[in-house]
């Protein structure tokens, strides 16, 4: 059966009421425990597809190259090939087979979203703002609380992984107070969550009552990430505020200019980290101590680069690489808040691509983020300025924040995308009737 069999098929009640629920449970259940995006990414793939298929999609269409597509698998491709030298194979190999499922999926989704139903995709946007509204208030709570949801549920279940003691404060083996640096992980799945949800508002709602919606939600947004420890993510929400209003007035400059600084950032990292541990920033007290701990890795990272420049030392290799014992043998100078070291992760994604991928996977990453940046161009002009702002979120978030290979990372970057999607494909049919 045919796309031109479309209009024909209505969506069955289960079926629309099993999306609305993912969409609303999805930033709920994600912003509360951000380990578990990988389960949802698959579902409201399959849930959404589906969908597109039973009104008469067909599966081929789902999967058709384009650049953007095409950059994205050399890059995966090649880090499968790297996985053969880094120096915990198979995880590296097994992080590669992750990426390239995001791709697939992210990919396949995004063209099932415009055969979805329009009352299906409506519901299910109404159903994403409202989550991420609950997800705010629920993360605003522990922050206020140090927690406390958090606590009861690591004190309960003896199988959650406990937190590192630098987290916690226990007595007679129970936690009884948290750090709210623990819940850095929680504020970044809401800060990705929050540009779709606005244009969600935006594009199931009018008059008023979007404009009162919407500053409910951003300012609820807004205090949770400001009362976090997240700076990636306070950041994030600044610039991402910048580029959203300059985007709605110039599309396609910003859009490109967002694609020339995903690239610049690739050329640039190993010269900015040199210049600011030259310039003592790592010894500025007026800095966050995280901050000036970074300079240090960044700094002793960005030397290890030239080891091995082309190839790098393999995919997903820093972790392993870190040495046990670091605080006893590494380099520790006076005066420094961290050794003189690499760290788990090169908290950079730049910096961390240049480590472990080298040049080739340097110039395939850069690549593969440019075509994705261009693609917001496709969007309806109303979607842009909430695409733009979206990928800045990322980009800022990733140059100071985790590993790049973490899986609840990896896959709540890929949820970002489709949630924009539907929302965005809204405005298109609503320009068509």
């Not at 090939?81 to 990919?107: E, Y």
């Not at 206020?144 to 003896?158: D, K, Q, W």
């Amino acid at each position: 059966m045919s796309i031109s069999a479309v209009e024909v098929h209505r969506p069955s009640t289960i079926g629309s009421a099993l999306i609305s629920a993912l969409f609303f449970i999805a930033p709920v259940f994600t912003t509360a425990v951000p380990r578990i995006t990988w389960l949802f990414l698959p579902l409201i793939a399959l849930s959404l597809i589906l969908a597109a298929v039973k009104r008469g999609g067909e599966w081929r269409q789902l999967i058709q190259p384009d650049p953007a597509l095409v950059a994205c698998l050399l890059l995966t491709g090649y880090i499968l090939l790297n996985a053969s030298w880094a120096a915990d194979s198979a995880t590296a190999f097994g992080k590669g087979l992750l990426l390239l499922a995001v791709v697939i999926i992210s990919f396949a989704v995004s063209r099932a979203i415009p055969q979805v139903d329009e009352q299906q995709l409506r519901k299910a946007a109404v159903a994403f703002t409202l989550g991420t509204f609950v997800a705010a208030l629920f993360l605003i709570f522990e922050l206020l609380t140090h927690g406390v949801f958090t606590r009861l549920a690591l004190n309960s279940v003896e199988f959650l992984q406990r937190p590192h003691f630098k987290h916690v404060h226990m007595s007679n083996g129970e936690i009884i107070d948290l750090n709210v640096s623990m819940l850095n992980r929680n504020v970044n799945i809401l800060t990705f969550n929050m540009w779709p949800a606005l244009l969600g508002l935006k594009t199931t709602f009018s008059g008023v009552r979007r404009s009162v919606f919407a500053g409910i939600l951003l300012a609820a947004v807004t205090l949770a990430v400001l009362l976090s420890e997240h700076q990636s993510s306070q950041v994030a929400l600044l610039i991402s505020v910048a580029v959203f209003c300059l985007a709605s007035y110039w599309q396609k400059p910003v859009i490109r200019s967002l694609a020339v600084a995903w690239c610049l950032a690739f050329v640039l990292v190993l010269p900015m980290v040199f210049l600011a541990y030259k310039a003592d920033l790592h010894m500025a007290h007026w800095l966050p101590s995280s901050f000036r701990a970074r300079i240090i890795i960044w700094e002793y990272t960005a030397e290890r680069v030239f080891d091995h420049p082309w190839l790098g030392v393999g995919a997903d290799s820093t972790r392993v690489l870190k040495e046990p014992n670091t605080r006893l043998t590494a380099e520790w100078p006076e005066g420094f808040i961290y050794p003189r070291t690499i760290g788990w992760h090169a908290h950079d994604l730049f910096l961390q691509t240049w480590f472990e991928l080298g040049v080739i996977g340097a110039i395939l990453m850069a690549l593969a983020g440019a075509m994705v940046a261009l693609r917001i161009s496709l969007l309806p002009l109303e979607a842009q300025p909430f695409a733009a702002a979206s990928f800045i979120t990322f980009m800022a978030i990733a140059s100071f924040g985790w590993g790049m290979w973490q899986t609840w990372l990896v896959c709540g970057a890929a949820l970002l995308p489709i949630f924009l999607l539907v929302a965005a494909n809204l405005t298109v049919r609503e320009r068509r009737t």
